[in-house]
């Protein structure tokens, strides 16, 4: 083939994958039968179209998927309780494996150029696979036993598949039966009530599967069932699970939830804006808006260099390498943040041209940023998602860079920092959410992730992006975790109990930010612990200033807090050096205590395997080394506190100048009723009040959180309240102001001249306030 000839191939390649990401603003109506116009558009969504199987990396790809289907269909056994030796259908995870591996032949046989397309003896082996299930697991005389998920979303989902690749191989009697065990297993009274475990991502697994089922079954009033039973998905909610006007996203009730299901709902949303557009069922209620615009508010700011951060992943953290994973992937923050990005690619279809050039332009980065795995060969897509990724990365469009700033997500207790030179995350837990979430054998020993998690990246070459993917959590010690104050009482496997059943009973959690600079403070309460300790973060554009006061606790044992935990890798040889009042670790950054103080620094090495946190996990046990730095504030405190600044990326020679040289950082307060620091340099107050106080020129009435920013002869003060009583508060700043030039939202101006008093209606969702002035 010529130059020319093979440009335009590819040219037409790459306009077919695109247009497969489907461009829901056309609304295009196919013609004839509805059902089998669906059924088609369903297959094109799972497994792709306007990809050459002839070429990389779809050609290995579908090789592999042959390969295993061929391995699968020769190891299949069919007995009484099993599809498979060794994976009975008791717990009921062995009959969503059964369809799982029923699904990759499939796929197998309907895909072009697997080594078994069309293959006879391979169709076989899957119609007496499904046979098999059907007559002896899933059919409607069977009642659920064990994890609910199984029956509800993991069996049905795949099974469906398979159907609708198979339908005109089947017969109507096995079409018959899976939609009669599906109508078993997910009655309509589930998703006509949104509650229990039929709401946020949950409901729209189900709405996937009852939509499918209906097309599939020529069940026009199946199909509107799921549909509507998507609106209670889309309103913002102030409690409980779902997405929140903040970003935020909750499932379980309590816990911080963007990365995992945060992935299934978009992903399932985006699918089925896909599959029912241009359709009679299509899905046109107007607040889907708000899942579009979560996109770039508030899924995107936690995913960094293609990772989503382990502080919204729950549980998942502890999978990694599972037992019995015929892919052996790696199930860390890498391999969430890849899901969630193809999430969005698949929604984009649903956005306006302006918007879906913005996320390819996300999605671009993203990939182009991921070396951990590179995205584009990854061995965790299909080639329906592959091609989709391909087709943007391949596109015009050039990749936009991570942005700069600060987002808080009050509703899930998170923060996100970027700066030019590092990126940060932040987890706490308060009475609206949980310390941690444990459950079906995973993540027994999360306790203290919620107990001021301070994860960050710093930029450039040095960077390790995969400082939490690899092999964190089975090697770092559970009692230092960084950032954290802890109790170091031992406690059992799922202290607290499971579920996101384990929370504080405090309050004031949360801050305010300008979307750069911010305050964030954490009323903490240990895990069953008598701790308490007040824990606030200033973040700048080159550092992290962090406070702790009133630590105080009875428990008989040590109290320590983790100045930070590196992950070294397994032979790490990164030098440490310390000086008076500072440290520096090489490639990751540096350390100060302006304030003092003895800093306890280990450097060991930890062994550690999945199987550990994760009944499912593998046994394989691997070692890490780690970089230790910790303040003891010795057994049973009394008050408590400590300062100390993190400087990520920085090298030691500037590590040393910020310890020795001119202060660049004023502390103006650190105990239980306020804390506060100055940055003189960038005209900038941060400050938590714990309850009515002063601090400075300073004043509230109530317990906020506040930030001050004075740019020449102007200044902008913002306050939010994190106790969320909503009751009004009023703001003293003993500062001459000659005009209030601007106010936002609920704030009045009680007066403005020699100092500025201010009176703030908050509400309940510790929103930020503020008020722009002209200085005298």
């Known amino acids: 083939m010529t130059g020319p000839l093979r440009a335009t191939r590819r040219a037409l390649l790459l306009a077919a994958a695109l247009a497969s990401i489907p461009a829901l603003a056309s609304g295009a109506r196919a013609d004839g039968d509805p059902y089998d116009t669906l059924r088609r558009r369903w297959l094109g969504i799972a497994l792709g179209a306007g990809y050459d199987p002839g070429v990389e990396p779809y050609a290995s790809r579908l090789a592999q998927l042959g390969s295993r289907a061929s391995e699968f269909a020769a190891t299949m056994a069919p007995a009484t309780g099993s599809l498979w030796p060794g994976r009975p259908f008791d717990p009921p995870s062995g009959i969503t494996f059964g369809y799982g591996r029923l699904w990759t032949m499939a796929q197998a046989y309907v895909q072009p150029a697997t080594g078994a397309t069309g293959d006879p003896a391979l169709l076989a082996a899957v119609l007496r696979g499904l046979d098999h299930l059907s007559a002896t697991a899933y059919n409607p005389s069977t009642s659920r036993y064990g994890n609910w ?135 046109t209620d107007p607040a889907r808006q708000h899942i579009l615009d979560a996109v770039e508010h508030g899924f995107a700011p936690l995913i960094h260099d293609g990772l989503v951060m382990d502080c919204v992943n729950g549980r998942a953290i502890s999978r990694g390498y599972l037992r019995g994973d015929d892919l052996h992937l790696m199930r860390g923050d890498h391999f969430h943040g890849r899901a969630l990005i193809a999430a969005i690619a698949l929604l984009a279809g649903g956005a306006g041209e302006e918007r879906r050039q913005r996320w390819y332009a996300m999605v671009k980065g993203w990939i182009q940023r991921d070396t951990v795995t590179p995205m584009l060969t990854t061995g965790q897509f299909e080639v329906a998602d592959l091609a989709r990724l391909h087709a943007i990365a391949d596109s015009s469009v050039p990749p936009a860079p991570e942005p700069l700033g600060h987002r808080l997500f009050p509703a899930m207790d998170r923060a996100v920092h970027r700066a030019p030179r590092f990126t940060a995350g932040l987890s706490m837990a308060s009475d609206r959410i949980a310390h941690y979430e444990c459950g079906n054998g995973e993540n027994p020993r999360g306790w203290h992730t919620g107990s001021g998690m301070l994860y960050w990246w710093p930029e450039g070459a040095g960077g390790r992006s995969d400082q939490y993917t690899d092999w964190f959590w089975p090697t770092v010690d559970w009692y230092r975790l960084p950032g954290t104050t802890v109790s170091t009482r031992r406690l059992p496997d799922r202290a607290g109990g499971e579920w996101g059943e384990p929370k504080p009973d405090v309050r004031w959690v949360g801050g305010v930010t300008d979307g750069r600079y911010a305050a964030v403070g954490q009323h903490l309460q240990g895990l069953g612990s008598t701790l308490r300790a007040r824990k606030s973060w200033f973040f700048l554009d080159d550092a992290v200033v962090c406070l702790g006061a009133g630590i105080s606790c009875a428990d008989g044992v040590p109290v320590e807090t983790v100045v930070d935990n590196r992950n070294l890798g397994e032979s790490g040889t990164q030098t440490f050096v310390r000086g008076r009042d500072w440290a520096h670790l090489a490639e990751h950054g540096g350390w100060i205590l302006p304030c003092g103080g003895e800093l306890h620094t280990l450097r060991e090495d930890r062994t550690g395997a999945w199987s550990d946190i994760n009944t499912g996990g593998t046994a394989e046990r691997r070692t890490r080394r780690w970089q230790t730095l910790w303040l003891d504030h010795g057994t049973d405190p009394a008050g408590a506190g400590y300062v100390y600044v993190l400087l990520p990326g920085a090298s030691a020679a500037e590590t040393a100048a910020r310890a020795t040289g001119r202060p660049r950082l004023l502390i103006l307060a650190n105990d239980t009723a306020a804390q506060a620091v100055a940055v003189p340099r960038l005209g900038l107050t941060g400050a938590n009040f714990w309850r009515a106080g002063t601090v400075g020129d300073l004043a509230v009435s109530a317990g906020a959180s506040m930030l001050v920013v004075r740019r020449g002869r102007s200044a902008t003060l913002r306050v939010s309240e994190p106790p969320r009583t909503g009751e009004p508060l009023e703001i003293v700043w003993d500062r001459p102001v000659r005009a209030v030039t601007r106010t936002g939202d609920g704030v009045e101006i009680l007066s403005a001249s020699r100092c500025l008093r201010l009176r703030v209606t908050p509400g309940m969702a510790c929103a930020s306030h503020e008020c722009e002035v002209a200085l005298r």
Request: charged fraction near 20%; glycine fraction near 12%; include cysteine.
């Open 149 to 283: 998920w199984e029956w509800q979303i993991g069996s049905p989902r795949l099974l469906l598949d398979i159907t609708a690749a198979l339908y005109d191989r089947l017969g109507a009697d096995r079409v018959g039966a899976a939609c009669a065990a599906v109508d078993h297993f997910i009655p309509d009274a589930l998703v006509t009530d949104y509650s229990g475990t039929s709401t946020g991502a949950n409901r729209v697994d189900l709405c996937r599967s009852v939509a499918l089922r209906g097309i599939l079954g020529r069940d026009a009033g199946r199909i509107s069932l799921a549909r509507d039973a998507l609106t209670p998905v889309f309103p913002y909610v102030t409690r409980g699970d779902g997405l929140y006007a903040d970003g935020s996203f909750v499932q379980h009730i309590r816990v911080a939830y963007s990365g995992t299901y945060g992935q299934v709902l978009l992903d399932g949303l985006g699918r089925l804006f896909a599959l029912l557009a241009g359709s009679p069922w299509e899905v």
